[in-house]
T-cell receptor, first 113, second 112 residues
Framework: QKEVEQDPGPLSVPEGAIVSLNCTYSNSAFQYFMWYRQYSRKGPELLMYTYSSGNKEDGRFTAQVDKSSKYISLFIRDSQPSDSATYLCAMTPSNSGNTPLVFGKGTRLSVIA | DAGITQSPRYKITETGRQVTLMCHQTWSHSYMFWYRQDLGHGLRLIYYSAAADITDKGEVPDGYVVSRSKTENFPLTLESATRSQTSVYFC???????????FGDGTRLSIL
């Protein structure tokens, strides 16, 4: 079993829809969670960074962590065609640890106008 | 502007040739990373470096060599390129090994 699982998609939604992107993980030591957005032919860019459980909101984006289920989500409200990209989750046990981030494989999202 | 620059953006070469991909960062970050990204595999870590002259293997290091003589540069060399090394290569940097990483825009490498 991979440490981090992420449905590759593609996920296609109409403009204005609420999008839910998810990752599951197996290592209960993970405490810091990130979401990256990667546009075509570009590098990933950090979108959200959260610690432990709970929600974090930034504009139309909400990151949610459920440590009991080992499950993280990224919600996008009022999705726009400009949100079309690949979304990668990443996680680590500690922000001062000695091991690199573990990335999911990414979910490709298309928002259709 | 602080950032991370990869060169070249595109490269075509032949099997058996040596290829060096360049990465330069202006963030003054201690850590630098090389990944390859392939369909179905996502990002896979090749090598990373904590500081000048300190490097560590990642998940897929075979066939690759890295060096870090200056903090801001982290070149990746394919000593004898093979077709299986055709991929998109990303360089990244961060303040700590488990801190959020900043990525370059990648080098698209084709080996014929």
């Amino acid at each position: 079993q991979k440490e981090v699982e992420q449905d590759p998609g593609p996920l296609s939604v109409p403009e204005g829809a609420i999008v839910s992107l998810n990752c599951t993980y197996s290592n209960s030591a993970f405490q810091y969670f990130m979401w990256y957005r990667q546009y075509s032919r570009k590098g990933p860019e950090l979108l959200m960074y959260t610690y432990s459980s709970g929600n974090k909101e930034d504009g139309r984006f909400t990151a949610q962590v459920d440590k009991s289920s080992k499950y993280i989500s990224l919600f996008i409200r009022d999705s726009q065609p400009s949100d079309s990209a690949t979304y990668l989750c990443a996680m680590t046990p500690s922000n001062s640890g000695n091991t690199p981030l573990v990335f999911g494989k990414g979910t490709r999202l298309s928002v259709i106008a | 502007d602080a950032g991370i620059t990869q060169s070249p953006r595109y490269k075509i070469t032949e099997t058996g040739r040596q290829v060096t991909l360049m990465c330069h960062q202006t963030w003054s970050h201690s850590y630098m990373f090389w990944y390859r990204q392939d369909l179905g595999h996502g990002l896979r870590l090749i090598y990373y470096s904590a500081a000048a002259d300190i490097t560590d293997k990642g998940e897929v290091p075979d066939g690759y060599v890295v060096s870090r003589s200056k903090t801001e540069n982290f070149p990746l060399t394919l000593e004898s390129a093979t077709r299986s090394q055709t991929s998109v290569y990303f360089c990244a940097s961060s303040e700590g090994v488990s801190q959020p990483q900043h990525f370059g825009d990648g080098t698209r490498l084709s080996i014929l």
